[in-house]
């Protein structure tokens, strides 16, 4: 198993180009979410998935747009890229919601700079 | 609105040695769930402990335990015999149980290095 893998490891834009950050899973999870991690804060959500077709907002949705039509892909797409978009990006999984305990699986994580 | 504080943003300890990292968060819900994920340098961040409230027995993993105190909303993450593979960020998160499927509420995080 791969886990969760996300493409590309890092990357620049100019501010108001677009950009797909790829995230893929090969553990059959139902769950899956997009995370932003900013200099010294915790993760904040963005979107989250629980299965193909359905998607909805986290904390932190402005400024992105995801999709999910497999159960393995969960792509996120940064319309007009600005640099308050400049972070590191996690994907994660997960095989059930996370109220009962269970646990997230993260990708490697994408460096995002916007300049 | 659950809130997570770590109020220690780094800590450095010896190898070999105890450290212990603190946690507290605010809800007024009974049951929940706590969890500790770690971060290494390779940033791939993976699960360390978790704790349910409703247990009182305090979890453990190996060299990792935790100290939960479900008055005082404290719940500290012990790691005993550090190693150098210890080093990371390490970051506590919240869950309700009763809540949604997906509002994890993650602290600043703190970052932990073994030294030689």
């Known amino acids: 198993n791969a886990g969760v893998t996300q493409t590309p490891k890092f990357r620049i834009l100019k501010i108001g180009q677009s950009m797909t950050l790829q995230c893929a899973q090969d553990m059959n999870h139902n769950y899956m979410y997009w995370y932003r991690q900013d200099p010294g804060m915790g993760l904040k959500l963005i979107y989250y998935s629980v299965g193909a077709g359905i998607t909805d907002k986290g904390e932190v949705p402005n400024g992105y747009n995801v999709s999910r039509s497999t159960t393995e892909d969960f792509p996120l797409r940064l319309e007009l890229a600005a640099p308050s978009q400049t972070s590191v990006y996690f994907c994660?999984?997960?095989?059930?919601?996370?109220?009962?305990?269970?646990?997230?699986?993260f990708g490697p994580g994408t460096r995002l700079t916007v300049l | 609105a659950q809130t997570v504080t770590q109020s220690q943003p780094e800590m450095s300890v010896q190898e070999a040695e105890t450290v212990t990292l603190s946690c507290t968060y605010d809800t007024s819900e009974n049951n929940y769930y706590l969890f500790w994920y770690k971060q290494p340098p390779s940033r791939q961040m993976i699960l360390v402990i978790r704790q349910e409230a409703y247990k009182q027995q305090n979890a453990t993993e190996n060299r990792f335990s935790v100290n939960f105190q479900k008055a005082a909303k404290s719940f500290s993450l012990k790691i005993s015999d550090s190693q150098l593979g210890d080093t990371a960020m390490y970051f506590c998160a919240f869950i309700d149980s009763g809540g949604s499927n997906y509002k994890l509420t993650f602290g600043k995080g703190t970052l932990l290095t073994v030294n030689p």
């Open positions: 994660a999984s997960s095989y059930s919601g996370l109220a009962g305990g269970n646990e997230q699986f």
